[in-house]
């Protein structure tokens, strides 16, 4: 699900840190498939991302067209398109989190002939937490929507998203 803090329009970033909100460096990349076959690297998919800050709060705290919102507003939020190996790639800061939700990033994929699709990713490390088990928004996902995070080079916590979109 898209939940209450999707702005539409963001501009294309992959440093979604703009504002430089203190954190844990992440970069989460990724590859996305498609195809007759679903495993036809797509090039040119159009990825949107979005999470909340350290402290679990989504800037802006709102929805809607990014035009609603003065520019200083918006962080953590970009959209990129893949590259010719359907790849993509997102530099910023690990979340935290908020309410009853385990931590998450959420995500949309839109690739032309094939089915659009809103989803959140979450932190295989949170697996069998008492967080990740009382989340019931999003009760039992799929084993691809559980990312490895682990740490890289330069304390930068690193995870790989494999997507595999439907022909439309
Ligand atoms: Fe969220």
């Not at 995500?107 to 094939?114: D, I, L, Q």
């Not at 009382?134 to 690193?158: H, I, K, Q, T, Y």
Request: glycine letters at 12%.
């Amino acid at each position: 699900m898209e939940g209450p803090f999707f702005v539409r329009n963001v501009a294309p970033a992959v440093d979604i840190n703009m504002r430089r909100a203190r954190g844990k460096p992440m970069r989460v990349s990724g590859v996305v498939h498609g195809g007759v076959d679903g495993m036809t690297p797509l090039a040119g998919v159009k990825v949107e991302i979005w999470h909340c800050d350290s402290d679990g709060n989504y800037h802006p705290n709102g929805n809607g067209d990014v035009g609603r919102y003065h520019p200083a507003e918006i962080n953590l939020r970009g959209s990129t398109k893949t590259d010719a190996q359907g790849r993509f790639a997102f530099d910023s800061i690990v979340p935290g989190h908020y309410g009853a939700r385990r931590r998450h990033i959420h995500w949309r994929f839109e690739a032309s002939g094939h089915l659009a699709v809103t989803t959140q990713t979450y932190w295989l490390k949170d697996k069998g937490s008492l967080r990740a088990g009382a989340d019931f928004v999003d009760r039992n996902p799929e084993s691809c929507r559980w990312l490895a995070f682990a740490d890289g080079p330069r304390g930068v916590e690193e995870a790989l998203f494999t997507v595999q979109l439907i022909k439309a």
